[in-house]
């Protein structure tokens, strides 16, 4: 690894080359692209990111959790490299290549069932979520989607009549997509009568909203995040992701998990789903799958993912060499150094951290997560659950001035989330959470 791994400081952040770029931005770009922490980035690799002023911060966010495998990590760089060389696009459509059949068959492989699969790519996560939504509407011959409260799962139009916030992704953008129902996740942390009852409480108001207001009969699908990613790191009560697919298969309503944020090593398996055992129909997969290149995919069940007349799935650049070629290096990588196993790593190395401030600090409502991709949510006091955005704002702040990348998430825009690179090491992921306790100390 080429940049040493180490945070180092030269200027104020941002420094004066970052601050110029950012002029240019606000000059060329529009104000509908925002950035949380206008660095203007150089290099990076392992767990940090050179900025244009010779900063070295630490990287607490993976690019929204995409360079599990590191940025320009070796395998992937030399994989792209002789990729590039050989040729860059054909269509797959038009005339097909060897590395879209070979990610395909790692997806197969990898998702969770041993039923027999296939898969189609993509280019980014919210088009793949369009493209299992419009394979479960022609299989089943039915119209209606239930998503969950707190759901993110893009912003094209579809993807936004499926993702729950109003602000900053919906706002003055409708009219959205019809078809599209919302039901309560189980949320244990604010489940009005508690973490003991909220599975079954959850599935029970899921059932009853499904039945009366939808009807199973017009219910394409139901797609959820195994854990929700945008929405605040929320891990439904345990059973409650099995429970709702088993009811799906009574019904015949196709489950879709939504492992774009969770999949690939992230959460400490391959796949999220993995951890409740449950087998979804469709699967669908993005961010950390390619090693930053875009590149994204749906794997389902070769009965329902084959019922689609030929030429009814495509896009000019879905599954582009280059990005496969980025992807299996990526998938090698995850495999040969077990990345799973690392990030179960990172969650011991941040758990007891995160207790620790959460003893500290009656703030610290709830930690959660699981693998390298934990969060803690703030409210007003222990007793008091009243969202605490002001903190959160005020301690990621604090960090990305002390040159620590962080993210923060959530529905009332209260969670701090980590999902640092999974090759990142011990003493840097140290010193980060050294930083946020630091953070706290000043802004509580
Ligand atoms: N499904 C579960 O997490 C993307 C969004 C960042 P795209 N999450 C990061 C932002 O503010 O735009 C995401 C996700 C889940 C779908 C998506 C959409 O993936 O590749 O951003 O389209």
């Known amino acids: 690894m080429s940049i040493e791994q180490k945070r180092v400081l030269t ?27 206008p660095i203007y980035v150089e290099r990076a690799g392992g767990g940090i990111v050179v900025d244009v002023d010779g900063n070295q911060l630490i990287d607490f966010g993976s690019g929204i959790a995409v360079t599990s495998v590191g940025n320009a990590a070796p395998r992937v760089v030399e994989a ?15 005339t097909p290549y060897e590395e879209y059949l070979a990610v395909c ?3 197969n492989a990898l998702t969770p069932g041993d039923h027999e ?5 993509f280019n980014s996560g919210a088009e793949a979520v369009e493209n299992a939504i419009k394979v479960a509407r022609h299989f089943t011959g039915r119209q209606a989607v239930v998503a969950f409260d707190h759901a993110y799962h893009g912003r094209t139009n579809l993807t936004m009549a499926l993702t729950a916030k109003n602000m900053p992704y919906k706002d003055g953008f409708g009219p959205f997509a019809g078809e599209i ?24 108001e899921f059932v009853q909203r499904v039945h009366t207001q939808v009807g199973e009969q017009n219910t394409a699908a139901v797609i959820l995040e195994p854990i929700q990613g945008e929405g605040g790191f929320i891990v439904p009560a345990p059973g409650f992701v099995a429970t709702v697919a088993r009811w799906c298969k009574d019904h015949g309503i196709l489950f879709i998990a939504d492992e774009i944020q969770t999949g690939f090593c992230r959460t400490g398996d391959w796949f999220a789903s993995e951890h409740e055992d449950v087998v979804p129909d469709i699967v669908t997969v993005a961010k950390g799958i390619a090693g930053g290149l875009p590149l994204a995919g749906v794997t389902g069940r070769a009965d329902v993912m084959d019922s689609v007349h030929g030429g009814g799935l495509g896009g000019t650049y879905g599954g582009n060499p280059v990005a496969c070629a980025a992807a299996l290096a990526a998938i090698e990588t995850m495999r040969t150094d ?4 690392r990030a179960r790593a990172i969650e011991a190395l941040f758990r007891p951290r995160l207790e620790a401030l959460a003893a500290k600090y009656d703030q610290v409502g709830d930690i959660r997560g699981r693998g390298a991709m934990l ?5 007003a006091s222990a007793d008091d659950k009243t969202p605490n955005a002001a903190l959160t704002s005020a301690v990621n702040a604090f960090c990305h001035h002390e040159g620590l990348i962080t993210l923060t998430c959530g529905t009332y825009g209260n969670v701090f989330r980590f999902l640092p690179p999974l090759v990142a090491g011990d003493d840097l992921l140290s010193e980060g959470l050294d930083i946020l306790e630091a953070a706290f100390a000043a802004s509580v």
């Open 338 to 341: 077990d990345l799973a196993a």
């Open 181 to 204: 129902h919302r039901v309560p996740m189980a949320y244990p942390y604010r489940w009005p009568t508690g973490r003991e009852t909220c599975a079954d409480e959850a599935f029970a």
């Open 117 to 121: 699969k296939r898969s189609a790519l």
């Open 11 to 37: 200027t104020a952040i941002p420094g004066p080359r970052s601050r110029a770029l950012h002029a240019r931005k606000v000059a060329a770009v529009s104000s509908g692209v925002s950035t949380g922490l």
């Open 375 to 379: 969060a803690v949510e703030l409210v």
């Open 80 to 94: 792209v490299q002789r990729q590039v060389a050989d040729f860059t696009h054909t269509c797959f459509m038009v």
């Open 105 to 107: 068959e790692q997806l």
